[in-house]
């Protein structure tokens, strides 16, 4: 039992020097930093918040070290009058600040327009393009314009064809004719208006049928029936296709020509999404051609299309442009000008000084000299190298315009620095306390333990339970060489006491 005593007392010795040395090590760097509050690298030799890899800002330790590669990690020091902003925020001397190249710039209220220059092309006026099919069937005797590319007038004869029932028509005319020129004096008004509804209806069916005016004429007046019949122009222009030759066989779905009237032409230029907001029917855009150096041509926007290119994401519109000159050749190309009549007031800032990372847009305000606060802004239009600003900034703040990429890469590391040693919540600091009360830093569960007294006999044998004093316990029995904790009853007595 001697024995036993003796291994208590030893236990509980190295219990408590463990505790004690274990306390003093989490004592000592507090120690080290107040001996050298002075001396730290950071304004006025204070100590760092931390410091950083030089390659990682997110691989951060509590005491001066180096990476896997021997560079230096670099303190992080809490600026002063920064900490007070923002996560994030950043002063720097205004010396640095003029080396960095700097600037600034407001951000002021205005209404701005926007000017869009695109690639057109030249193409019929789809309401001035004509195609000629014959009313009835026949075939093409001759073929007075054979060349694509011809000018022709209204009412040019183009071709003449034979067709049966023409001739059967024009003897219809003639027989009517002959009927009305009888019966035109007749005492009885039926008569006589029945003779010219006749001849009425003949004259008609010529008429539906495109024969020309002129072979009408010629057939009333020598009363002989003509073999082919005329077909002319039913409007002014080009000739852009001819689908027929002489001896062809045609039907009113054969098609002869294709005239167009080029006296106004189409421009389709192509605009991108975010440009469409800008321009409405009946702005003013300029064409200008590269064969025709020094011309600039004027039209406006006649429509806009409903729908996008699939292919180019584009959205086409259509400008008109007066072409009595015959200057603009279709499928030409040429730049487009569009001067939007719309304006739209706003906050604007330039272009560069937005940082569009992902799905966020963020800038940095000049709040005093040299220290620069990160905002989070909305954006909405774009034009002439400014971007209007729908929130986050207010008129008149300094934005940085220049050199903001280096004070971006500087904030990053300070808002990452400055969620790193954010004070833990109360409940946090509570719950810590409760688990070192619990654990000793050996690991070992010392809430359930109570150092007055421990047990080592099982009661119901009056043996020591787990644990041997180097005494056997019998022949043939090797004692253990371990203590098993799980039977200890720090708080019974020994046999002894009892």
Aim: glycine share 10%; hydrophobic share 35%.
């Amino acid at each position: 039992m001697k024995n036993i005593a003796i291994m208590m007392a030893v236990l509980a010795a190295g219990l408590a020097g463990g505790y004690f040395l274990s306390g003093a090590q989490q004592e000592q760097p507090k120690a080290q930093q107040v001996n050298a509050a002075g001396d730290g690298p950071c304004a006025g030799g204070a100590q760092p918040l931390m410091w950083r890899s030089p390659m990682n800002p997110s691989v951060t330790s509590p005491t001066p070290t180096k990476d896997s590669m021997g560079m230096d990690y670099i303190p992080v020091c809490a600026d002063d009058g920064a900490g007070s902003g923002p996560a994030g925020t950043v002063k720097i001397d205004p010396t640095v600040t003029q080396n960095m190249g700097v600037r600034v710039t407001s951000a002021v209220k205005k209404k701005l327009s926007r000017r869009i220059t695109t690639v057109g092309r030249i193409t019929y006026d789809e309401t001035n393009l004509v195609t000629l099919h014959p009313k009835v069937e026949g075939w093409v005797d001759k073929l007075f314009v054979d060349k694509t590319g011809e000018v022709v007038e209204k009412n040019t004869m183009l071709l003449s064809f034979y067709s049966p029932q023409l001739v059967a028509t024009q003897d219809e005319y003639l027989l009517a004719l002959s009927n009305w020129q009888q019966l035109k004096n007749s005492p009885y008004v039926d008569i006589r208006e029945g003779a010219k509804r006749l001849l009425n209806s003949s004259l008609d069916r010529l008429r539906f049928f495109d024969v020309a005016e002129h072979q009408i004429r010629a057939l009333k007046r020598t009363h002989k029936v003509r073999k082919s019949m005329h077909i002319h122009s039913p409007a002014a222009g080009v000739v852009t296709r001819i689908s027929v030759r002489e001896g062809a066989h045609v039907t009113p779905a054969s098609e002869l020509y294709q005239i167009a009237d080029l006296s106004r032409v189409w421009v389709l230029a192509d605009l991108y999404e975010y440009e469409i907001g800008w321009v409405k029917e009946g702005d003013q855009a300029t064409l200008k051609i590269a064969s025709l150096p020094g011309r600039l041509f004027t039209g406006r926007i006649t429509y806009i299309y409903p729908y996008l290119d699939p292919k180019t994401r584009t959205n086409k519109v259509r400008i008109e442009f007066d072409n009595r000159e015959g200057l603009l050749k279709p499928d030409m190309f040429g730049d487009v000008t569009i001067t939007p009549g719309m304006v739209k007031p706003g906050l604007y800032v330039p272009r560069e000084a937005v940082l569009i990372t992902g799905k966020k847009a963020h800038l940095f305000v000049q709040t005093a000299p040299g220290r620069f606060e990160p905002r989070t802004v909305t954006t909405g239009a774009r034009s002439g190298g400014l971007i209007e600003i729908l929130s986050g900034v207010r008129a008149g703040e300094l934005v940085v315009r220049s050199g903001q990429f280096l004070i971006d890469s500087e904030s990053s590391i300070r808002e990452a620095a400055a969620k790193m040693v954010a004070p833990k919540p109360a409940h946090a600091k509570s719950q810590s306390r409760k688990e070192k009360q619990g654990m000793d830093m050996n690991g070992m569960d010392m809430k359930g333990m109570n150092m007055k007294g421990m047990n080592m006999d099982d009661h119901s044998t009056g043996k020591p339970n787990g644990m041997t004093t180097g005494h056997s316990q019998g022949e043939g029995q090797e004692a253990p060489n371990h203590m098993n904790m799980k039977g200890m009853n720090m708080g019974g007595t020994t046999d002894e006491q009892r």
